[in-house]
C-alpha cells in the first residue's frame, strides 16, 4: 500500500484553489494562542491571516496546548503548521489551507521556547480559547481559586506555572522585568466580560505572589473582551477524508465548521493588533450588548438543546431541530424569555438573529454532536442560562422555559438517557455532581442548588426558582420529550 502524501508548505504552490490568495509572505510570530483547539483554528487563525494579506503584518500565530497534548503538536508541525478548514454549509462544502499557525508548543515539554516567545518585543498579543474552567475562577468573587490544586502549585512554584493565570503572571513578569512592553491578553473564550474576568484572575494570582507585580498588570496591562461565534465541531474521520479529496494530500488535523462567523472585539491594543477590522470583524468600545446576546441566544440555547437531547436521545444539533415541538420550544424561549433580558444598539435586530441561529442549527452538514456541547455544565450554566434567570427574576417575569433548560441539565446527571443507555459526564466538578443525584425531585434540587460555584446562594434561596426547578425536574424525569411539550409557551 503506498502512504499519502503528507500537507506541507512545500506543496503550497500546487493548491493555489485551497488558499485565501496563492500569494504569502512569511510573517514572524506575533500572537501567542493559548489552547489551540479547533476553534481557534477556525475563527482568530482564519481572521488574522486574512488581515496579513490585507494589511501585512508580522503576525505569525505561536499555539500552545496546555494539557501535555503533543500528539496535536507533533502533527501539527510534520504539517508545517498548515491545516484545512472544511467548512460545511447548505450549498455544500469548501477546503481551506491556513498558512497562519507557525509553530506549536506543548506544555510543559516546550516550556523554554514559550517564555523565550514570551520575551520577544514582536509578541504583541496572547490570545486564549481555554474554555470558562481554564481560568482557575472562584465563581463567586471572581479572584483566582486558591483552593485549586493547579493554582496552589503555581504559587509555590512560580517558575514551574501550568494554570493560565500562573503562565500569564509569570510572562508579565519576564516582561517588565526586561523593561519590554507588555503584551495585550486577549479571551476568546465565551465567558461574560471575558477581558475583565481573566484581568481578574490575573491581577489576584499576581498580588498573592507580588503586590507590586499586581498593581503593574492592573495599570498597564490590557485586556479586551471580545465576543466570539462560529460552529466548530469535533474533527471527524469524514472530515479528513473530505481534505484528502480535495488537497489529495493527507492533512490529520482538519477543522470542520459552519460558513458562519463573528467577531467582536473591545479596541484596546496598546502596541497593535493585525487589520482584523479590514476583514468582517466589528472592533467597538463596548462588547458587553453583544457579549450577553451570543451567550444567551446562541449559547445558552445551545446547552438547552444539549441536555434535552442527551435524554431524549438526538446525537446532534441538527437532529434535535428538525423535531417540530423542541425548535418551537427553543423558538418560544428565545423570543419570550431570553430576547427580552437585551439591550442592544438599535441596528441590532434580535428576531432576525434569532432566526438565523435556527437556521445554524438546522445545518446538516455540520453535524455537531450534542455530547460535545453538554460537556463542562457546571462551568457553562451559570453564564449561559442562570444570568438570565436572575434577571427575568428580578423584573418579576416567567422562567418556566429557562428553568426546564436548567432542569434537563440536573436530570442529565444521573448518566442515562430517558431509554437507560449511558453517557459519560465530562465535567471539572463531575465527582461532586455525581456522587448523589437523588431521584426524588425536591432532594435533586436541595442538593444542586447547595452548590455554590454553580448557584450564587441567593439565586439558589429563590423560593420561585427552587419550587419551578422541582416542578420542571419532575416533568422531565418523566420524559424530556414530554416535558418539552408540557412546558412550551
Not at 339 to 352: E, I, K, N
Request: aromatic share 6%; proline share 6%; net charge negative.
Amino acid at each position: 500500500m503506498t502512504s499519502r502524501p503528507l500537507l506541507r508548505r512545500s506543496a503550497l504552490a500546487s493548491l493555489s484553489h485551497h488558499v485565501l490568495q496563492p500569494a504569502w509572505h512569511d510573517p514572524r510570530i506575533g500572537i501567542v494562542h493559548l489552547g489551540i483547539g479547533n476553534f481557534h483554528r477556525a475563527h482568530e487563525a482564519v481572521y488574522t491571516e486574512e488581515a496579513m494579506l490585507s494589511a501585512g503584518g508580522n503576525w505569525g500565530i505561536c499555539g500552545v496546548t496546555l494539557q501535555g497534548d503533543v500528539g496535536k503538536r507533533d502533527a501539527l508541525m510534520a504539517q508545517d503548521g498548515l491545516y484545512s478548514v472544511v467548512e460545511r454549509g447548505p450549498d455544500g462544502l469548501r477546503v481551506t489551507v491556513i498558512r497562519a499557525l507557525k509553530e506549536v508548543l506543548a506544555m510543559p515539554h516546550d516550556r523554554a521556547r514559550l517564555f523565550e516567545l514570551f520575551a520577544d518585543a514582536n509578541v504583541r498579543i496572547v490570545s486564549l480559547t481555554v474554555t470558562e474552567k481554564g481560568y482557575c475562577r472562584d465563581t463567586r468573587t471572581g479572584d483566582v481559586d486558591m483552593n485549586h490544586a493547579g493554582v496552589a502549585y503555581d504559587l509555590a512554584n512560580p517558575d514551574d506555572a501550568s494554570t493560565v493565570p500562573g503562565i500569564l503572571t509569570a510572562a508579565l513578569k519576564q516582561r517588565r522585568d526586561a523593561g519590554t512592553p507588555p503584551f495585550t491578553v486577549l479571551s476568546c473564550d465565551n465567558l461574560s466580560h471575558n477581558g475583565a474576568a481573566l484581568k481578574q484572575a490575573v491581577v489576584s494570582f499576581a498580588r498573592a505572589l507580588d503586590a507590586e507585580l499586581a498593581a503593574w498588570i492592573d495599570t498597564h496591562v490590557a485586556f479586551p473582551s471580545t465576543m466570539v461565534d462560529r460552529i466548530v465541531p469535533s474533527t471527524t474521520d469524514a472530515d479528513r477524508e473530505a481534505a484528502h479529496a480535495a488537497l489529495n494530500a493527507d492533512d490529520a488535523v482538519p477543522v470542520p465548521c459552519e460558513p458562519f462567523r463573528q467577531w467582536v472585539i473591545e479596541d484596546r491594543f496598546p502596541t497593535g493588533r493585525p487589520a482584523w477590522e479590514r476583514v468582517g470583524a466589528q472592533l467597538v468600545g463596548d462588547v458587553m450588548p453583544f457579549e450577553l446576546a451570543k451567550l444567551r441566544m446562541l449559547n445558552g440555547t445551545h446547552s438547552t438543546i444539549a441536555y434535552l437531547s442527551m435524554l431524549a436521545g438526538f446525537s446532534t444539533i441538527d437532529e434535535a431541530i428538525a423535531y417540530p415541538p423542541l425548535k418551537a420550544f427553543v423558538h418560544a424561549m428565545m423570543t419570550d424569555e431570553i430576547a427580552p433580558t437585551l439591550d442592544m444598539p438599535p441596528s441590532f435586530d434580535v428576531l432576525a438573529y434569532r432566526d438565523a441561529l435556527l437556521e445554524r442549527y438546522a445545518n446538516a452538514a455540520l453535524k455537531h454532536r450534542t455530547a460535545q456541547i453538554a460537556m463542562d455544565g457546571s462551568q457553562k450554566i451559570p453564564p449561559r442560562l442562570l444570568a438570565t434567570i436572575e434577571g427575568r427574576l428580578n423584573a418579576g417575569r416567567s422562567i418556566r422555559m429557562l428553568t426546564l433548560a436548567v432542569a434537563a441539565w440536573l436530570v442529565f446527571l444521573r448518566g442515562h438517557a430517558d431509554d437507560g443507555t449511558p453517557y459519560d459526564i465530562i465535567d471539572p466538578l463531575a465527582a461532586r455532581l455525581t456522587s448523589d443525584v437523588p431521584a426524588d425531585p425536591a432532594q435533586l434540587v436541595q442538593t444542586m442548588l447547595a452548590i455554590e460555584e454553580v448557584f450564587p446562594p441567593k439565586l439558589a434561596n429563590h423560593e420561585s426558582l427552587r419550587r419551578q426547578l422541582v416542578e420542571a425536574v419532575g416533568l422531565v424525569q418523566q420524559g424530556a420529550l414530554r416535558a418539552i411539550e408540557l412546558q412550551r409557551g
